[in-house]
């Protein structure tokens, strides 16, 4: 499922789907966020209406913008495309077991 900035309440639903019951799930018009929660990996992301990226994962940490957000079938990836930047964030294998106890 691929879409443009424009499309950001779609992106915001897709988002609250791909996150849900695996940390701390926020959205606000402007911006949609995921943190996970102890004890697992420590990994996050947030996005910004604007095509901003702020990424964190254990040693490794990015900040840039996109313009399209395309989420994988099964809501393990999100990629964030731009005209000199492609970032896929790919939620760690470790925070899945959480899906199966909600």
Known sequence: MEYRLG???????????MFSGL??????EDSLSFTSTGPVV?????????????????LHSIDSS????????NFESIRLVGPLFDYTY?????IFKLRDLT
Do not use: Y
């Open 42 to 58: 420590a990994t996050g992301i947030a996005l910004t209406k604007e095509g901003g990226l702020v990424a964190n994962m254990p």
């Open 23 to 28: 940390g701390d799930v926020v959205l606000t």
């Open 90 to 94: 790919f939620i760690p294998s470790e």
């Open 66 to 73: 996109f313009e399209r957000v395309v989420f994988d079938e």
């Open 7 to 17: 499309d950001w309440d779609k992106i915001g639903t897709q988002f609250s789907h």
